[in-house]
């Protein structure tokens, strides 16, 4: 039975989630701040947290950097639940670590669903194959899922690198964002491709002047190409 951790102050909303993760199969943990969220956490370490952004005491972002700032959680995947939508967030939660972004109201199948994909996304087994993919100044090493840049290491969350490998694998082809959405993120239905974009833009700010090979095609999606 995979566990889900809830970190949310609306105490209607914990219980709603609770019960619906239940009835899906889900062990449900429900814990009301950041830092009794981050405790359990530690303590727990679920298979996945549903982590709010606004909480009293510890932001969730800042329970989300703390967690990948620690061996023992920073694989946890988080999923962020949140009331705001602005573009900002979305950039201020990827960066803090948080592998997707649901915005409040949302629709608890559709929720239910992405928790799915990420849960089934996490539980590959990872690439351990010898094999190096060279774009430019880019090197991704698959055995050790390390990524550098004209020789520097460059720090990545799991989605970010698998978005990056995937574009590297499919170098100089264009990939819509729906398509990324259903083979990087697993989601086989129609989400939010913003989330594609936001992470676009984190990984070519990560990137510094090799960003400059992850190219937008206008109406379509991305490519990498040298």
Not at 151 to 172: D, F, I, Q
Not at 178 to 202: I, M, P
Request: hydrophobic share 40%.
């Amino acid at each position: 039975m995979k566990k889900v951790l809830i970190v949310e102050d609306e105490r209607d909303l914990a219980e709603l989630l609770a019960y619906n993760l239940e009835k899906e199969g889900y062990q449900a943990l429900v814990t009301g701040t950041g830092v009794e969220g981050l405790e359990t956490a530690r303590r727990e370490l679920p298979d996945l947290i549903l982590l709010d952004l606004m909480l009293p005491g510890m932001m969730g972002t800042e329970v989300c950097s703390a967690l990948r700032h620690s061996d023992k959680t920073r694989g946890i995947p988080v999923l962020m639940l949140t009331a705001r939508g602005d573009e900002i967030d979305r950039v201020v939660g990827f960066e803090m670590g948080a592998d997707d972004y649901i915005v409040k109201p949302f629709s608890m199948r559709e929720l239910m669903l992405r928790i799915r994909a990420i849960l089934r996304r996490s539980s590959q087994e990872p690439d351990t194959t010898e094999r190096q993919i060279t774009m430019g100044t880019i090197v991704i090493d698959c055995a050790s899922h390390r990524v550098t840049v004209a020789g520097s290491e460059v720090e990545m969350t799991s989605t970010e690198y698998k978005l990056l490998l995937y574009l590297a694998e499919h170098g100089g082809r264009v990939m819509k964002r729906e398509l990324l959405l259903q083979d990087v993120w697993g989601y086989n239905f129609v989400g939010d491709t913003r989330t594609v974009d936001t992470h676009v833009t984190r990984l070519r700010n990560k990137l510094g002047d090799a960003g400059e090979m992850i190219k937008t095609v206008r109406g379509f999606g991305y490519k990498l190409e040298e």
